[in-house]
């Protein structure tokens, strides 16, 4: 399976800006479907953005205008550039990858938005 390491996570005032990436290890990256993905505290992770191994992308309404997720094959990396960022933003972002036979998670990356 897959392993990834999501980084960029940290604490940012609102309207601010960050950029979430995930490396990936041990896998043809290409072949992979990716996604971010966020947990509140008290609530269900939901999926945030996600990209597939044809670069089609899709994102939640809440988010739509605001985030940016991209890829590049050449460094096994997802990335998720998050602009206009909202207190309701804060969140552990999980990293996650699919493909046939694999579903696999990072560890997760604590975003969050406070002045």
């Known amino acids: 399976q897959v392993q990834l390491v999501e980084s960029g996570g940290g604490l940012v005032q609102p309207g601010g800006s960050l950029r979430l990436s995930c490396a990936a290890f041990?896998?043809?990256?290409?072949?992979?479907?990716m996604g971010w993905y966020r947990q509140a505290p008290g609530k269900q992770r939901e999926l945030v953005a996600s990209i597939s191994k044809t670069s089609s992308t899709n994102y939640a309404d809440s988010v739509k205008g605001r985030f940016t997720i991209s890829r590049d094959n050449a460094r096994k990396t997802t990335y998720l550039q998050m602009n206009s960022l909202k207190a309701e933003d804060t969140a552990i972002y999980y990293c996650?990858?699919?493909?046939?036979?694999?579903?696999?998670w990072g560890q997760g990356t604590q975003v969050t938005v406070s002045s």
């Open positions: 996650n990858a699919r493909a046939i036979g694999d579903n696999s």
């Open positions: 041990g896998t043809i990256f290409r072949f992979y479907d």
